[in-house]
């Protein structure tokens, strides 16, 4: 799965782009994240609450899409783009 990281998070991982390799059968946007974390294991917590559930204020796309943090059971697929960014602001 293929992700475009954005502002801190790009810095964080020293990439701008990363490749994720899932292994499920039918992978979601859930499988997705946790793919990216767990090879980028210091973006966790920047991505995901104590909780555990996705940083309400970061925002997601797939294929340019917003998702929500409630979505991430929505199915990807091998040539879905997804990208993770944080707010931005500027003038």
Request: zero cysteines.
């Amino acid at each position: 799965m293929h992700w475009k990281l954005f502002a801190d998070l790009a810095e964080l991982t020293g990439q701008r782009e990363v490749t994720v390799e899932l292994r499920v059968d039918e992978p979601t946007i859930g499988d997705a994240l946790g793919g990216l974390i767990e090879t980028h294991p210091e973006l966790e917590r920047r991505v995901y609450t104590d909780s555990g559930a996705l940083e309400s204020h970061l925002n997601l796309l797939r294929n340019g899409e917003p998702i929500s943090g409630d979505e991430l059971s929505t199915p990807v697929e091998e040539g879905d783009e997804l990208a993770l960014f944080p707010p931005v602001s500027g003038g």
